[in-house]
């Protein structure tokens, strides 16, 4: 059964302290991962979505990597503006169906 | 351009009564999806819409139903609510194709007394 787990499950870092949250998956044949952004109250926003391993996505502070078993969010220098929790997903489907599977998320508060 | 537009923002229900959420795809989409977000937790998926037919369903009771219409707008329709069906309840829309990114609503969050 196809599955994703998040950790850690919560992280404090300090304003300008860079670290990376893990997604490891295990999927019958990747189809593509998929990271959101969540803030309180709201919907997930996508980031990125990696399909291959290997491939790499950058977004200002942000990095996305896949490999054969997990995918790190790297955040280089947070502010508190990137406090959130941070959601990873697998797509699984055939064709042209596709729903995506999630992690629990990690959530990160950056202080000042 | 609009993104996903999601109705009502709260809603507040006892338990045994049934329960209508709505919601708009963006701009262009034709495929919508429907989650189930438990606090704390990822969302976990219920069923997809496309062409007016559910295409594909997860591990959710048939209390749980859904609609699209030719605008492909989507509702989701819950019967007979239990206190676990307290959540947020997230809509996804995409363009239908292998690996599109589903673009999310805001949720409209569920409270079952």
């Known amino acids: 059964e196809d599955q994703v787990t998040q950790s850690p499950e919560a992280l404090r870092l300090q304003e300008g302290e860079s670290s990376s949250l893990n997604c490891s998956y295990t999927?019958?044949?990747?189809?593509?991962l998929f990271w959101y952004r969540q803030d309180p109250g709201k919907g997930p926003e996508f980031l990125f979505t990696?399909?291959?391993a290997g491939e790499e996505k950058e977004k200002e502070r942000l990095k996305a990597t896949l490999t054969k078993k997990e995918s790190f969010l790297h955040i280089t220098a947070p502010k508190p503006e990137d406090s959130a929790t941070y959601l990873c997903?697998?797509?699984?489907?055939?064709?042209?169906?596709?729903?995506?599977?999630f992690g629990q998320g990690t959530t990160l508060q950056v202080k000042p | 351009d609009a993104g996903v537009t999601q109705s009502p923002t709260h809603l507040i229900k006892t338990r045994g009564q049934q329960v209508t959420l709505r919601c708009s795809p963006k701009?262009?989409?034709?495929?919508v999806s429907w989650y189930q977000q438990a606090l704390g937790q990822g969302p976990q998926f219920i069923f997809q819409?496309?062409?007016?037919?559910?295409?594909q369903r997860g591990n959710f009771p048939d209390r749980f139903s859904g609609h699209q219409f030719p605008n492909y707008s989507s509702e989701l329709n819950v019967n007979a609510l239990l206190l676990g069906d307290s959540a947020l309840y997230l809509c996804?829309?995409?363009?239908?194709?292998?690996?599109?990114?589903?673009?999310f609503g805001a949720g409209t969050r569920l409270s079952v007394l």
């Open positions: 996804a829309s995409r363009v239908q194709g292998f690996g599109n990114i589903q673009y």
């Open positions: 999927v019958s044949g990747l189809r593509g």
């Open positions: 990696l399909y291959s």
């Open positions: 997903a697998v797509l699984h489907g055939s064709g042209n169906t596709g729903k995506l599977i």
């Open positions: 701009s262009g989409h034709d495929t």
């Open positions: 819409y496309y062409e007016e037919e559910e295409r």
